[in-house]
């Protein structure tokens, strides 16, 4: 049973447009929601969070949205790079209880010049 | 500062045999978890490892068992091994008492192949 889903396997957009991933969880016992990002011969490396208590969380380029009620989360990338096509990975947890980190299966993005 | 590190990069082993896969987390870091990644798939998570003992078990067969040191480094084991074996191992490290102790930091993996 993945907890976890991101629907889309890859996305291609143009440089400097948006880019948008999408996130589903199944799990309402998810309080804490993560975003990484993966090169080749690489691991994930932390790109965002965010707390189930706020629906918006921004860092530079990068927003993270959630609606509690919709289990939907997204990640917005403005404006979108070259340098940013890689694998993004949604992962999710119930920090309170220690509990184990969830991920997804990805969406492998690819910015085009 | 180092990062998490993992042994070795690479590894073929041939079915019914044992592996071990080694990890040293992050300086200050005190929690080990490891994942399995499948091609396409995402990190699936296997076992994570608080204090020297097992916290947080996937669903995963007991032919998978790990170990924490007391610097914190730790081990994987696999027995009897699956051509379904094959994959991409990651190791991610944490401090458990940390605010953001889900912000994990991964290490670039052990890719086994299993022939």
């Known amino acids: 049973d993945q907890q976890v889903k991101q629907n889309s396997p890859s996305l291609s957009v143009q440089e400097g447009r948006i880019s948008i991933l999408n996130c589903d969880y199944t799990n309402s016992m998810f309080d804490y929601f993560l975003w990484y990002k993966k090169y080749p011969a690489e691991g994930p490396t932390f790109l965002i969070s965010?707390?189930?208590?706020?629906d918006k969380n921004e860092d530079g380029r990068f927003t993270v949205f959630l609606n509690k009620s919709a289990k939907h989360l997204s990640l917005h990338i403005v404006p979108s790079q070259p340098g940013d096509s890689a694998v993004y990975f949604c992962a999710a947890s119930w920090g309170a209880s220690y509990d184990k980190v969830i991920f997804g299966p990805g969406t492998s993005l690819s910015v085009i010049p | 500062d180092a990062g998490v590190t993992q042994s070795p990069t690479h590894l073929i082993k041939t079915r019914g045999q044992q592996v071990t896969l080694r990890c040293s987390p992050k300086s200050g870091h005190d929690t080990v978890s490891w994942y399995q990644q499948a091609l396409g798939q995402g990190p699936q998570f296997i076992f994570q490892y608080y204090e020297e003992e097992e916290r947080q078990r996937g669903n995963f067969p007991d032919r998978f068992s790990g170990h924490q040191f007391p610097n914190y480094s730790s081990e994987l084991n696999v027995n009897a091994l699956l051509l379904g074996d094959s994959a991409l191992y990651l190791c991610?490290?944490?401090?458990?008492?940390?605010?953001?102790?889900?912000?994990?930091?991964f290490g670039s993996g052990t890719q086994l192949s299993v022939l």
């Open positions: 965010i707390s189930s208590i706020k």
């Open positions: 991610a490290s944490s401090k458990r008492t940390s605010l953001d102790w889900e912000k994990l930091f």
